[in-house]
């Protein structure tokens, strides 16, 4: 836990030094790497990570040591800035991934990378977990003296750990790092320097206790303002056969030192960390095929969670079950009855269904159950809640994830905060009077609570605050109090992405779907409402069409990198699906997340499962398959955690 002198230091504009400290050790948080990756330390480093020779000699000397080509798949762990893989992607290299724990430092990647036209998917990430497939990498780099920071060394095995996992089998992990041996030996215990003309740093050093880590101190000061920052960090120092001994113990083979590395200056005065690093590569552990699913002996059994075709459905056409449903069930059915690997039994009583679920064995739960538990779309997160509390696995979005998703204004915060663009929005509350409104026109209108474009049908897009006014009373007239969100109408073309699988073990993206609104009648607005989807008689449902995105490999891959973030920061699992659409200018904006999407043989998921070359039966196999591994990896993570419990409590007695 951050000591309070440590959170005081780094909180305002200028702070109050600590003064002279006798324990550096002492001062030092946990977990220091959370906060100091910031525009202070681009400013205080520079002089090394800021210039563009030092990045371009290490990746000379990295591709040297590797052979590595321009069509491999790389990751750049700890990537920072990302100056690495984006001296790659200058060089024609096509396959790169940055990741880094640092909002501050992957947004500026991002920025960079567009101002330079280059494609590198950039992510937030914590190297201890990487969040991408198994065996996808041909090589994952650690340079820039980015490995050693966890106060464990157990932290640093679980590093390499993922690594490995992410590598194919002969791929090469690159660690460029402190000679360990050397800094012991020559670290400065205290330096300054300028850092620009108006501001200098004071560094203060020490070995720690035991002798493993070098603590650094850095007291950043303004000629006018005073003291800046004054903060706290620290770095294993690992030998040449220290970090063999490591890699060898996560069954990385074939390491080799390719000489060392020498930071250039143009201050020419405290390198630090960066005066004298190794550069060292080894080979990926051997791996063996895994099968696509979980071993068993029999199939799965699997309970299928329906909509209540017994109650009303205010959603429905009619307000109840309709023929197509009824056909989309049969089909559904149809599909799964093709996958030998499950045995499965429907259940859409209502009334009955918790004793329905207690009186048999359940393997895993399919929860196809959107229309909410009881036909009410406000307990669709309910339907979660109540496999949990009966201790059964299932597919999709847990409660949490569903309430947040259900709140169209929340969705949008968190894409805001995670640099997905959004529309321009007015949130709308019951009592606000009509002063309040935007005016900004052509806007269009839409329930902030809800999901199926209830409430967003053609007469929803407005060209004038009279208008606005009239649907607005329509809304609260239909829907009561529910909040109201006034939003910017986009005109650009309209795209969905789906993901399936996990982060833990890799989102796969399906092909990006676009909407084709060219059939609609030229006075209808090109919108996908509740007509679209309700409605068999209307032009939206027999005029609009789909096919596959056309657009640039680039900003494609941009909505995927937008839609995994959301997918992992609001928690989604298994399958889950993004839609956007750019504006008059072709900003790509996002529209709407929908965990546990439509799984009809009709809807978006399963039209993009078939451009990947799907049936509606593997799109099916997917989402359970993905279920079933996930609930599989935290059974076994459980058994482990119980087994070091026990171990623990064993040692202890003795």
Same mark, same amino acid.
């Given at each position: 836990?951050?000591?309070?002198?440590?959170?005081?230091?780094?909180?305002?504009?200028?702070?109050?030094?600590?003064?002279?400290?006798?324990?550096?050790?002492?001062?030092?948080?946990?977990?220091?790497?959370?906060?100091?990756?910031?525009?202070?330390?681009?400013?205080?480093?520079?002089?090394?990570?800021?210039?563009?020779?030092?990045?371009?000699?290490?990746?000379?000397?990295?591709?040297?040591?590797?052979?590595?080509?321009?069509?491999?798949?790389?990751?750049?762990? !700890?990537?920072?800035?990302?100056?690495?893989?984006?001296?790659?992607?200058?060089?024609?290299?096509?396959?790169?991934?940055?990741?880094?724990?640092?909002?501050?430092?992957?947004?500026?990647?991002?920025?960079?990378?567009?101002?330079?036209?280059?494609?590198?998917?950039?992510?937030? *990430?914590?190297?201890?977990?990487?969040?991408?497939?198994?065996?996808?990498?041909?090589?994952?780099?650690?340079?820039?003296?980015?490995?050693?920071?966890?106060?464990?060394?157990?932290?640093?095995?679980?590093?390499?750990?993922?690594?490995?996992?992410? /590598?194919?089998?002969?791929?090469?992990?690159?660690?460029?790092?402190?000679?360990?041996?050397?800094?012991?030996?020559?670290?400065?215990?205290?330096?300054?320097?300028?850092?620009?003309?108006?501001? $200098?740093?004071?560094?203060?050093?020490?070995?720690?206790?035991?002798?493993?880590?070098?603590?650094?101190?850095?007291?950043?000061?303004?000629?006018? &303002?005073?003291?800046?920052?004054?903060?706290?960090?620290?770095?294993?120092?690992?030998?040449?056969?220290?970090?063999?001994?490591?890699?060898?113990?996560?069954?990385?083979?074939?390491?080799?030192?390719? %000489?060392?590395?020498?930071?250039?200056?143009?201050?020419?005065?405290?390198?630090?960390?960066?005066?004298?690093?190794?550069?060292?590569?080894?080979?990926?552990?051997?791996?063996?095929?895994?099968?696509?699913?979980?071993?068993?002996?029999?199939?799965?059994?699997?309970?299928?969670?329906?909509?209540?075709? &017994?109650?009303?459905?205010?959603?429905?056409?009619?307000?109840?079950?309709?023929?197509?449903?009824?056909?989309?069930?049969?089909?559904?059915?149809?599909?799964?009855?093709?996958?030998?690997?499950?045995?499965?039994? $429907?259940?859409?009583?209502?009334?009955?269904?918790?004793?329905?679920?207690?009186?048999?064995?359940?393997?895993?739960?399919?929860?196809?159950?959107?229309?909410?538990?009881?036909?009410?779309?406000?307990?669709?997160?309910?339907?979660?809640?109540?496999?949990?509390?009966?201790?059964?696995?299932?597919?999709?979005?847990?409660?949490?994830?569903?309430?947040? !998703?259900?709140?169209?204004?929340?969705?949008?915060?968190?894409?805001?905060?995670?640099?997905?663009?959004?529309?321009?929005?007015?949130?709308?509350?019951?009592?606000?009077?009509?002063?309040?409104?935007?005016?900004?026109?052509?806007?269009?209108?839409?329930?902030?609570?809800?999901?199926?474009?209830?409430?967003?049908?053609?007469?929803?897009?407005?060209?004038?605050?009279?208008?606005?006014?009239?649907? /607005?009373?329509?809304?609260?007239?239909?829907?009561?109090?529910?909040?109201?969100?006034?939003?910017?109408?986009?005109?650009?073309?309209?795209?969905?992405?789906?993901?399936? %699988?996990?982060?833990?073990?890799?989102?796969?993206?399906?092909?990006?779907?676009?909407?084709?609104?060219? *059939?609609?009648?030229?006075?209808?607005?090109?919108?996908?409402?509740?007509?679209?989807?309700?409605?068999?008689?209307?032009?939206?449902?027999?005029?609009?069409?789909?096919?596959?995105?056309?657009?640039?490999?680039?900003?494609?891959?941009?909505?995927?990198?937008?839609?995994?973030?959301?997918?992992?920061?609001?928690?989604?699992?298994?399958?889950?699906?993004?839609?956007? &659409?750019?504006?008059?200018?072709?900003?790509?904006?996002? /529209?709407?997340?929908?965990?546990?999407?439509?799984? !009809?043989?009709?809807?978006?998921?399963?039209?993009?499962?078939?451009?990947?070359?799907?049936?509606?039966?593997?799109?099916?196999?997917?989402?359970?398959?993905?279920?079933?591994?996930?609930?599989?990896?935290?059974?076994?993570?459980?058994?482990?955690?119980?087994?070091?419990?026990?171990?623990?409590?064993?040692?202890?007695?003795?």
């Amino acid at each position: 836990m951050k000591s309070p002198h440590a959170r005081r230091a780094r909180a305002g504009a200028a702070r109050q030094s600590l003064g002279p400290i006798s324990d550096l050790e002492s001062h030092l948080p946990a977990e220091w790497w959370r906060e100091i990756f910031d525009s202070l330390y681009l400013k205080t480093d520079s002089d090394v990570v800021e210039d563009d020779r030092n990045t371009a000699h290490e990746i000379d000397q990295v591709i040297q040591a590797t052979g590595m080509e321009p069509d491999a798949h790389i990751l750049d762990l !700890c990537c920072g800035q990302g100056r690495h893989v984006l001296d790659l992607a200058r060089r024609g290299f096509r396959h790169l991934t940055g990741v880094d724990r640092s909002r501050y430092l992957i947004r500026l990647a991002r920025r960079r990378a567009r101002a330079g036209g280059v494609n590198v998917a950039f992510k937030e *990430g914590d190297a201890r977990s990487v969040r991408l497939p198994e065996a996808s990498q041909d090589y994952v780099m650690v340079l820039g003296n980015s490995f050693g920071y966890f106060a464990s060394e157990k932290d640093d095995a679980q590093v390499l750990a993922a690594i490995a996992r992410v /590598l194919k089998s002969h791929g090469q992990i690159v660690l460029d790092l402190t000679d360990g041996q050397w800094m012991r030996e020559h670290f400065d215990p205290r330096s300054w320097e300028w850092i620009d003309e108006h501001q $200098f740093v004071c560094r203060e050093r020490t070995l720690s206790a035991d002798g493993d880590r070098l603590i650094s101190r850095e007291v950043i000061v303004h000629d006018e &303002r005073g003291v800046i920052a004054d903060q706290f960090y620290a770095e294993r120092l690992y030998s040449r056969d220290s970090i063999t001994r490591l890699l060898r113990g996560a069954d990385f083979r074939e390491v080799r030192l390719h %000489g060392s590395l020498e930071a250039q200056s143009d201050r020419g005065q405290d390198l630090g960390m960066m005066a004298r690093r190794m550069l060292l590569t080894a080979r990926a552990p051997e791996k063996t095929a895994r099968l696509a699913r979980p071993a068993r002996r029999g199939p799965m059994d699997v309970a299928v969670l329906l909509g209540d075709p &017994r109650l009303p459905d205010a959603v429905k056409r009619g307000g109840e079950f309709n023929d197509e449903d009824f056909d989309t069930v049969r089909r559904l059915k149809e599909a799964l009855a093709e996958l030998p690997q499950y045995r499965f039994r $429907f259940h859409d009583n209502h009334a009955t269904l918790v004793r329905d679920l207690q009186a048999e064995k359940t393997d895993l739960v399919l929860n196809l159950c959107d229309e909410g538990f009881n036909n009410d779309a406000f307990q669709e997160l309910h339907v979660p809640a109540l496999l949990e509390a009966l201790n059964l696995p299932y597919t999709g979005a847990g409660p949490a994830c569903l309430g947040i !998703c259900y709140d169209k204004a929340l969705v949008r915060a968190v894409a805001l905060g995670l640099d997905v663009p959004v529309p321009m929005e007015t949130y709308v509350a019951s009592g606000d009077r009509s002063a309040t409104l935007p005016a900004t026109f052509p806007a269009i209108l839409k329930p902030n609570f809800g999901d199926s474009s209830i409430g967003i049908t053609k007469d929803a897009v407005v060209n004038d605050k009279i208008g606005l006014i009239e649907y /607005l009373e329509r809304l609260r007239t239909q829907w009561g109090d529910r909040p109201v969100l006034v939003q910017e109408y986009l005109t650009g073309a309209e795209y969905t992405v789906g993901l399936m %699988g996990n982060p833990a073990g890799g989102l796969e993206p399906l092909p990006l779907l676009e909407v084709d609104f060219s *059939g609609l009648p030229d006075d209808l607005p090109r919108i996908l409402g509740y007509e679209s989807k309700w409605e068999p008689d209307s032009p939206y449902w027999t005029n609009i069409r789909y096919r596959k995105a056309n657009l640039p490999e680039l900003d494609q891959r941009r909505l995927v990198d937008h839609s995994s973030r959301l997918f992992e920061r609001l928690g989604c699992r298994d399958y889950a699906r993004f839609d956007f &659409r750019a504006d008059a200018n072709g900003v790509v904006k996002l /529209l709407e997340v929908n965990p546990n999407p439509g799984w !009809c043989w009709d809807g978006k998921m399963n039209l993009m499962a078939e451009l990947a070359g799907w049936s509606y039966a593997d799109f099916l196999l997917r989402l359970l398959d993905s279920a079933a591994e996930r609930h599989q990896a935290a059974a076994t993570m459980a058994a482990v955690d119980e087994a070091i419990r026990v171990q623990g409590e064993n040692v202890a007695a003795g």
